[in-house]
């Protein structure tokens, strides 16, 4: 019993230690200077990448949708509808791809590239033969 005794007493020495040392470390911790924040470059590429998800993916989505609805139409005979709508459908696939495709390149001008070359191309071919006659 006695060895309990003595194991309990060193206990509560040990704990006492460390309740006269928690004042220390916090002020230890208070001293320390604050985080600096993230870099103006880093939130500059996060934000491009936000708008060339979200406005390049909508042109692109966009772009394709006219460009299948157009040309299309003769493949499905007579059926204007079948063909915007089968349009509208393959623009939702391209938007959430296009979304994905922007922050999975290295770096901000990439994705602009991804997102915005296939959209100026399928919007050539969507509008084109109404621009040429």
């Known amino acids: 019993m006695a060895m309990a005794e ?13 309740a006269n040392a928690a004042p220390e470390a916090a002020k ?3 001293a320390k200077p604050p985080r ?10 996060v934000a491009s990448r936000a708008v060339a998800a979200l406005g390049g993916g909508y042109a692109l989505a ?4 006219a460009a299948i609805g157009a040309h299309l ?3 499905l005979g007579d059926s204007r509808a079948e063909a915007a709508i089968t349009g509208v459908m ?3 696939v391209a938007y959430a791809v296009a979304f994905m495709t922007a922050f999975a390149v290295r770096n901000a001008w990439l994705a ?3 997102v915005l070359g296939p959209a100026l191309l ?11 006659g």
């Open 6 to 18: 003595g194991s309990t007493a060193e206990l509560v020495a040990q704990s006492l230690a460390r």
């Open 28 to 30: 230890d911790r208070q």
């Open 36 to 45: 600096e924040s993230l870099p103006w470059r880093y939130r500059a590429a």
């Open 62 to 65: 966009s772009a394709l949708g």
């Open 73 to 75: 139409q003769p493949l």
């Open 90 to 92: 393959a623009g939702f």
């Open 112 to 114: 602009w590239a991804w």
């Open 122 to 132: 399928l919007g050539a071919i969507a509008w084109g033969p109404r621009w040429l």
